[in-house]
């Protein structure tokens, strides 16, 4: 009977609104003005890519709206884009870059020298901009000529052309005045369609774009924050891509017909932090304990098996990358010892982190801690909340107010923040700092990777953390879609070479 | 009658001013602010510092207060602290998913509720009634995002006959398209609401088979059946659509939680991201619409209850 209520009031309701949503059975001749859907986690706060940070932005407008002189692989290699070669001087103090013949933005004016020496300028003059700190070794930005912008440094900066692939170095046009708000006015192979807050993101294909034009018509990025919902999605065939598929579900779509499961990598660090200007963790044997008592393993089986433990604080995909995981590997009965030693046999500890991220984080950190005789509370806040909670340094000069936190930090190259003694680590470590000025004053890239290497293995005996894992990113995509990035999917989604077929 | 009106007026402006203050108020006690959120963990203090200033989130609360509120009078609900796009738009936008699932959720409501309502306390101590009122009792104890999810996973998932989530890109272009998106919200809500209209409408038809004019309908001759559904159905209704005031109020928080779960771009989804964001003037003028609705559907009920009602009108001053 309580069935029935239910059952017929669907029905009714199918039968008033059924009809026309049949498609046809797929010819796999391909379709060049199909829109692909593709269903992400994380909506941008806004479109103002000069002002709002979030990579969520990065995601979707870089590469595919807007570009830079150069841009970067899935596997984070440097590619050129709206420079057709770029050349770096012996001393590493001057960089010149050939402009592309032919490009155009979007609203049909061809790109000049003087947008791309005004958007570069904007950036390293205006201290509100996002990314500003990027530039900070810029002295000058010139073009000699109608088809050439070289860049002079007053220091060498070995990250410089890593900055450029980003924020730092998209190419607007001086002339135009849109509302960097609501609407983008690139180069790249997509334009920006629409975007309705709150749902949906929407790019159309650039037909007039100076490369290869893209292979589809469109793209919709649809929101859905709910991991279930994505999934549900997936099988129902209402997206035809879904990038970080919750690794617990992956199950629901094995071996689901006509769907396929990436795995890529990310430089998604999920760090467990330790607020290192503060009491107990001014202690190093405190902070060693918490590694020593961390299984990473077996957080990584609890949180779906789809990472890798990292050990320090480089991924993979990063320079100065070295395998540390050997460094406070887990174990427990040392992680006690220490604990005994250091006179803290009994730790309370509180761990504040943001509702994006899996609350099985804290449960099975709870776990772990509780067995070397620490115990954890949790509190899972709102991303805001975390922000000014434990991000935002006190106007008045004293140490942050938490204990543990734990984020996604998800950005590429940013070891750097381990050199910042005012991020909210609060590590200082002068050794490592030198090193890393050092790696950026490198002008060979080599001697750049050894200097982050050597440092990285300072601050991962040092503990200021616990890295916790690097996610391995799935994907779950359509038969028929090609050309799909499946690795670094959080901060970049190039979509100039996807395809689909009828 | 005119009189009364008016009061009820006088009480709804009032009932919007103290909900302004109070979310005003409220609002301000959330930690962390739009500013620090737009510069993200990239941004500089004296970006921060900048940004503040330049949406005057700098300003004394009560000077942001009376201009926000001199706006209302205005009927202007100023813009987005974050895209700078008027929130009436906004609100508007999303209004033409959340009022239809509104609307489509009480008509569920309704369906499911009075008519069975009506049966289980016409065959009561009978097993048709009393499995009426037992799948009432569990309706209206199950959570709406646990039925939601069942929903999805027989009718769109299984069955396929319905999406799992989202709305049509282009809105109401395709009014059957639109409308299939909601049936699913709808029904998750419409059953829980429906539950609890059940069990009114059970106790007031109960009310109404004990009362005189019932029994002397029946002593004419008239079978207790039909005696309650000629002479009982209107009074019964006259309970239901004041209980309806008070539905409403559950409609909107149903509509909350069921947009975030079918992915459905309405004010509800919008209100959570927004306050997630802390662009409070947009929250500000979220709650302040879903506010005045709640209030004026008390309002219309509260007219149409005493026009309808003679004994209300005798009673009245």
New interface residues.
């Given amino acids: 009977?309580?069935t029935l209520?239910?059952l017929a009031?669907?029905t009714a309701?199918?039968l008033?609104?059924?009809?026309?949503?049949s498609s046809p059975d797929p010819t796999g001749a391909p379709d060049d003005d199909a829109t692909v859907t593709v269903g992400l986690v994380l909506?941008p706060?806004?479109?103002d890519i000069r002002?709002?940070?979030?990579i969520a932005l990065d995601q979707v407008l870089i590469d595919n709206v807007y570009q830079g002189l150069v841009g970067r692989t899935q596997d984070n290699e440097i590619v050129d884009v709206l420079a057709s070669s770029h050349e770096v001087s012996d001393d590493g103090l001057t960089y010149t870059f050939t402009l592309a013949e032919g490009v155009t933005f979007h609203d049909g004016a061809a790109l000049t020298a003087e947008d791309v020496v005004w958007s570069l300028q904007q950036v390293a003059d205006d201290?509100?901009l996002?990314?500003?700190?990027d530039l900070a070794a810029v002295d000058a930005v010139t073009a000699p000529d109608e088809s050439t912008v070289v860049i002079t440094l007053s220091r060498p900066d070995s990250a410089l052309l890593f900055s450029l692939t980003g924020r730092a170095g998209l190419v607007l046009e001086q002339q135009a005045d849109n509302?960097l708000?609501?609407t983008a006015n690139g180069t790249g192979p997509f334009t920006l369609e629409g975007w309705?807050?709150?749902?949906?993101l929407?790019l159309s294909r650039n037909d007039d774009y100076w490369g290869t034009p893209a292979a589809v018509g469109g793209v919709?990025f649809?929101?859905?924050?709910?991991p279930?919902?994505r999934i549900?999605?997936s099988?129902?065939g209402?997206i035809d891509v879904q990038t970080a598929v919750d690794a617990t579900l992956r199950s629901q779509l094995d071996g689901v017909d006509g769907l396929t499961v990436s795995e890529g990598r990310t430089t998604d660090k999920y760090t467990l932090a330790f607020n290192n200007a503060v009491e107990p963790f001014t202690d190093p044997r405190v902070r060693k304990a918490i590694r020593l008592a961390v299984d990473n393993d077996a957080l990584i089986a609890a949180t779906g098996g789809s990472a890798v433990d990292q050990g320090g604080p480089i991924p993979e995909l990063d320079p100065g990358y070295r395998d540390l995981t050997d460094v406070d590997a887990y174990d427990p009965d040392a992680a006690r010892a220490l604990l005994e030693e250091s006179g803290q046999g009994d730790l309370d500890l509180t761990l504040e982190y943001a509702n994006v991220y899996p609350a099985a984080i804290g449960d099975v950190l709870t776990t772990q801690l509780k067995a070397v005789g620490i115990t954890l509370t949790v509190e899972q806040v709102?991303?805001?909340?975390?922000?000014?909670?434990v991000?935002?340094?006190p106007?008045d000069g004293s140490p942050r107010d938490f204990q543990l936190s734990m984020v996604n930090h998800a950005e590429t190259h940013d070891f750097g923040n381990w050199a910042d003694p005012d991020y909210y680590f609060g590590y200082d470590s002068p050794a490592v700092q030198g090193l890393y000025a050092e790696s950026l004053a490198a002008t060979d890239p080599a001697d750049a990777d050894e200097a982050l290497a050597e440092a990285a293995a300072i601050v991962a005996d040092d503990a200021p953390a616990e890295w916790l894992y690097t996610t391995t990113t799935l994907t779950a995509i359509r038969d028929g879609i090609t050309g799909f990035p499946t690795s670094s999917t959080t901060t970049r989604l190039d979509l100039s070479s996807l395809a689909a077929t009828e | 009658m005119i009189r009364f009106t008016a009061g009820r007026l006088v009480l709804f402006a009032v009932g919007l001013l103290v909900a302004s203050a109070l979310i005003f108020a409220t609002l301000r006690l959330?930690?962390?602010?739009v500013a620090?959120?737009?510069?993200?963990?990239?941004?500089?203090?004296?970006?921060?510092a900048?940004?503040r200033a330049e949406l005057g989130l700098d300003r004394p609360f009560l000077a942001q207060y009376l201009d926000w509120v001199g706006g209302l009078l205005r009927l202007d609900l100023g813009r987005s602290l974050?895209?700078?796009?008027p929130v009436a738009d906004?609100i508007a936008?999303?209004l033409a998913v959340t009022l239809p699932l509104a609307g489509l959720s009480l008509a569920?409501g309704l369906?499911?509720g009075v008519p069975?309502g009506v049966l289980a306390a016409l065959r009561r101590r009978r097993p048709?009634g009393t499995?009426?009122s037992?799948?009432g009792q569990?309706?209206a104890a199950v959570p709406a995002v646990w039925a939601g999810?069942l929903?999805?996973a027989l009718?769109?998932?299984t069955l396929?006959?319905?999406?799992?989530?989202?709305?049509p890109?282009d809105g109401w272009s395709?009014p059957?398209?639109a409308?299939?998106a909601l049936?699913?919200p709808?029904?998750t809500i419409?059953?829980v609401e429906?539950a609890v209209l059940l069990r009114f409408t059970r106790s007031a038809a109960l009310g109404a088979l004990d009362a005189d004019y019932v029994r002397a309908a029946a002593a004419k001759g008239m079978t207790r059946d039909r005696a309650l559904v000629r002479h009982g159905l209107p009074n019964v209704m006259l309970s239901v659509v004041s209980v309806l005031g008070i539905q409403a109020a559950g409609l909107v928080v149903g509509a909350v939680l069921v947009e975030?779960?079918?992915?459905l771009?309405g004010v509800g989804?919008?209100l959570v991201?927004d306050?997630?964001?802390?662009d409070l003037t947009k929250v500000q003028g979220e709650l302040m619409t879903l506010t005045a609705i709640v209030l004026a559907v008390g309002f219309v009920v509260d007219v149409v209850h005493r026009a309808v009602d003679p004994r209300a009108r005798e009673r009245g001053e």
């Fill in positions: 009977m309580r209520p239910l009031a669907v309701l199918v008033v609104t059924a009809g026309c949503t909506e706060t806004d479109l002002r709002t940070a979030g201290d509100s996002a990314n500003h700190g509302d708000s609501t309705t807050q709150g749902d949906n929407r919709v649809r929101y859905i924050p709910d279930s919902a549900n999605a099988l129902s209402d709102d991303f805001s909340t975390w922000l000014s909670d991000f935002v340094a106007s | 959330l930690p962390g602010d620090q959120v737009i510069a993200g963990t990239t941004g500089s203090p004296a970006q921060v900048a940004l974050v895209t700078g796009t906004e936008d999303k569920v369906v499911v069975l048709l499995a009426a037992i799948g569990i309706l999810m929903l999805i009718f769109a998932v396929g006959w319905l999406p799992t989530q989202g709305f890109l395709d059957a398209a409308l299939r049936v699913l709808a029904v419409g059953l429906g975030q779960l079918f992915s771009p989804r919008m991201a306050v997630g964001r802390r």
